[in-house]
């Protein structure tokens, strides 16, 4: 069972409210024991701007080791089927990802954001971009997602959904470890299934925050998919 943790930090009364989330997923629930494939923590902000998301592992590992974030803006009105990413990784259950951001850590490291339009997945060419930091002493792979809050308002969407997970380098390579409560999943040579995605909400609120930080309270939830 994983915990989440919701913090609501304001400045000045005229800057926006951030919040932030930090989802603990528990070290040692997967069946290969690789470390640097056991999610830690994934924790969530934003900034009025861009999207901070950051995933801590067990032990990272900068020969290999690959990352996946799915991501559902419209709330499943369109984007891609089952078991339908880009990398072709064995992963059910997350119909309706609009957005697939692959990171690797070997070769110095890398993002791959694609976008599922007209049928098919094919690179980002939006306004949002991503980039990648990666901070070796404390286990943890930190995206920046430039523009993510106000292009997404802009296109009607106030949060999205995500699902963290972590793989292989193969082609049909299974998640091996996913940020729901799935439970453990198989392993190498099994597929794997997502059930639970989280729901994050853009903070920005209008000053002052007192009353915002009130109705903030619990804008970030989990949504499972039968």
């Not at 640097?36 to 969530?44: A, E, M, P, R």
């Not at 072709?88 to 976008?115: C, I, K, P, Y």
């Not at 997970?165 to 193969?170: E, K, L, P, Q, W």
């Not at 007192?210 to 970030?220: H, I, K, P, R, S």
Request: net charge negative; aromatic share 10%; hydrophobic share 35%.
């Amino acid at each position: 069972m994983h915990t989440t943790i919701t913090a609501a930090l304001t400045a000045l009364a005229m800057t926006t409210v951030v919040m932030g989330h930090l989802v603990v997923d528990p070290i040692g629930d997967i069946a290969t024991g690789n470390r640097n494939l056991d999610i830690g923590s994934v924790s969530i902000t934003d900034d009025g701007v861009d999207v901070f998301v950051s995933l801590t592992v067990d032990l990272l590992d900068g020969d290999w080791g690959k990352y996946m974030l799915f991501l559902d803006f419209d709330g499943d009105l369109s984007g891609s089927g089952d078991n339908d990413n880009p990398w072709a990784r064995n992963v059910s259950g997350l119909s309706g990802t609009d957005t697939f951001v692959g990171t690797w850590l070997d070769g110095g490291g890398g993002v791959d954001m694609q976008e599922y339009v007209n049928g098919g997945w094919q690179s980002s060419s939006g306004s949002v971009w991503a980039s990648l930091s990666i901070n070796w002493a404390a286990n943890s792979i930190n995206w920046t997602f430039h523009g993510a809050v106000t292009g997404s308002i802009a296109d009607g969407y106030n949060g999205f959904e995500i699902e963290v997970a972590t793989t292989g380098g193969g082609s049909g390579d299974p998640a091996i470890d996913l940020l729901g409560d799935e439970g453990t999943q198989p392993g190498w040579g099994s597929g794997s299934h997502s059930s639970e995605q989280y729901y994050y909400q853009f903070s920005t609120v209008p000053a002052p925050g007192a009353l915002a930080l009130l109705g903030l309270v619990g804008l970030y939830g989990r949504r499972r998919r039968h």
